[in-house]
Structures are given as structure tokens and as C-alpha cells.
């Protein structure tokens, strides 16, 4: 089957610009796509790389773009190569809306999802939280490894006596701290539980660089706190090759930037894993595709990590 192909890029700033180890993050850049049927059936679909987490740059999907014909084949689709992953997602999940007949949005089981709030670096924290959770949030993830250690620790555990009984907290490193460092935050991590029996730790995010795979399972082993990987489990290569290497713990899935949907099905279907959903900072094109992912995928019923449109103009849960 053919399709009509068009597609248009974006820009969105965030609010305020987004902290993590990797840098300092104010515009986010993507592409919409769209194809239509030969029966009319019309299907959107996001590209939303994230080239520190091993996708494409912006510049290279608009170049694969730019390039295609007026119409594409469902064969193409299928073989877009690995190394463009977020085309790869964006390009399935219009396929799928296109030849299913899928809502735009994320209408049927949206309510059944909660959701994660991303939280600001640095002090900031400390009030950020209090709207989102008046807003129903209860699970949060805070970055660290952005400002000096000292001082990150210090307002974590200001945060979390602030922080209601109920609430889960996610830490993300991003792959910023060493060994000697990712052995202070599990441990405080760990110390703070036993001292707190209400507060719920869900887990330190990829507090290694994903070289040092070796040394997160080992610090996996070692303390209560749970480890995620996340850049380390970026691709669907990788997410398979830290699996088969012996990861039993929670993955970090990316959806708008792992690649191919069907084989990503394929792989969870199969291998049952302890995986959260979480978002690349897409608009609702993407964010509903990852969403129905999400909805058949997520075992464990963690919260997905899409509490993110604070960061931009419109806000929502």
C-alpha cells in the first residue's frame, strides 16, 4: 500500500530552561508527519530526537525528510534504518494510526494512567512540587548530579521531609555520578527509607554512564534502593543487549526516540520486563502514540514519566 507523505517541523521553548548532566536544554525540536491512506485514512506521527540519548540529530531527520517522495510504500517504513530511531517511531506509530483507525488522542484508557512530574534541579525544588501536587500529582523525579554533591544531598533530604506521606520519588542522574558518588546516593537513599517508613525511594535513574553497565549491577546488589537504566537502554540494540547481559531491573523506555514499535512489542511481550514509560518531551502527537504503548506494555502499572507539559505554555495531566 502507498501513502501520501507531508510533514512540517516545530519549535516549543520551555519555560524555564531544562537542567540535567547532559547540559542546559531550552528549545525542543521536532517534525510532524502525516499520511494518508489510499482509503483516506489519515495518520500523524511525531519525530522528536534526542541525540545525547542516541538517536538522530534534528538535522538529520529533516534531511531524511526533505528527501522522500510525495508517497511512500509500507515496505519503506518498515526498513527505515536503526540509526534514525525517532524516524523510525514517528513514521510506525502515523502507520498504525493511518491503517487502524486510532483516535488522535489518548481518550479510552488516559485516566487509568498516573503520572510522574518531572521536578527542576537545584533548590527550586523545595516549591516547585507544591503545585504539581496540588494539580494530583504523586509520583515525582528530581534531577541530580547538576549541581555539587554536598549540595544536592542536602536538599534532598529537605525535600523529602517536606514531601506528603504517599508520595514516590524517582532520582535521575542522567549517567552523571561515579562510583563513589552513586554509592552516596544509594546509601543516603537507603538510610533516609529505613528512617521514613512513608517515604517510597522508587529509584535512582541511570546514575552511571552507560559504560560502566558492570558496576550498576554490582550497585544494584548492594542496596535496597532500585537502579533504572535509561540511557543505557536508549536503543532497542541496547535495550536488548543490557537484558541479555543480565538487567533485571526497572528500564527507563523512551518510545519517541527507542525506534521501531513492532519490534519494541515484540521484545516486552516476550521478555516481561519491569519498564517505565517516559516521555521525550513530544507534543500530543507523540505523546498519545507513546501512551497507547504504554497502556498495553506497562506490567507493573508504574506511573509514566509524561508529567511534563508544566515545562511548556499549556499545561495538563
Known amino acids: 500500500m502507498q501513502y501520501k507523505f507531508n510533514f512540517c517541523p516545530y519549535k516549543r521553548e520551555f519555560i524555564r530552561p531544562l537542567q540535567t548532566n547532559h547540559g542546559i536544554w531550552d528549545i525542543r525540536e521536532g517534525i510532524i508527519i502525516h499520511l494518508v491512506s489510499e482509503t483516506g485514512n489519515i495518520g500523524s506521527g511525531e519525530i522528536a530526537p534526542i541525540p545525547w540519548f542516541a538517536s538522530e540529530t534534528i538535522e538529520q531527520a529533516l534531511a531524511f525528510c526533505q528527501q522522500l517522495p510525495l508517497q511512500v510504500s509500507e515496505e519503506f517504513i518498515f526498513s527505515i534504518p536503526d540509526k534514525l530511531s525517532a524516524c523510525q517511531f514517528g513514521f510506525e506509530s502515523a502507520w498504525e494510526m493511518a491503517n487502524l483507525a486510532l483516535e488522535m488522542e489518548h481518550k479510552s484508557n ?18 516547585a512540587w507544591k503545585p504539581l501536587w496540588n494539580q494530583g500529582y504523586r509520583t515525582f523525579k528530581w534531577k541530580i548530579s547538576v549541581h555539587p554533591i554536598v549540595e544536592e544531598i542536602a536538599i534532598f533530604k529537605l525535600l ?8 514516590k520519588l524517582r532520582l535521575d542522574a542522567n549517567g552523571g555520578l561515579n562510583y563513589e558518588t552513586a554509592n552516596l546516593w544509594l546509601f543516603n537513599c537507603d538510610r533516609m527509607m529505613s528512617k521514613n517508613n ?8 541511570q546514575p552511571l554512564p552507560a559504560s560502566q553497565f ?6 544494584g546488589n548492594c542496596y535496597s534502593t532500585k537502579i533504572a537504566l535509561d540511557e543505557s537502554v536508549s536503543t532497542l540494540h541496547n535495550l536488548e543487549t543490557c537484558y541479555q547481559d ?16 513492532s519490534r519494541l512489542r515484540n521484545f516486552c511481550h516476550r521478555y516481561q520486563i519491569d519498564a517505565v514509560f517516559s516521555s521525550v518531551f513530544e507534543t500530543d502527537v507523540g505523546r498519545n502514540a507513546a501512551l497507547r504503548l504504554a497502556d498495553e506494555l506497562s506490567l507493573h502499572k508504574r506511573a509514566v514519566g509524561f508529567g511534563v507539559n508544566h515545562w511548556f505554555q499549556e499545561e495538563e495531566i
Open 110 to 127: 488516559s485516566n487509568s494512567f498516573k503520572f510522574s512530574a518531572l521536578l527542576p534541579a537545584g533548590f527550586v525544588v523545595l516549591d
Open 246 to 261: 543480565g538487567w533485571q531491573g526497572v528500564f527507563v523506555i523512551k518510545p519517541g526516540i527507542i525506534g521501531s514499535l
Open 160 to 167: 523529602v521531609k517536606a514531601l506528603p506521606e504517599g508520595t
Open 214 to 219: 558492570a558496576e550498576m549491577l554490582e550497585l
Open 198 to 205: 512513608s517515604l517510597d525511594i522508587e529509584f535512582i535513574e
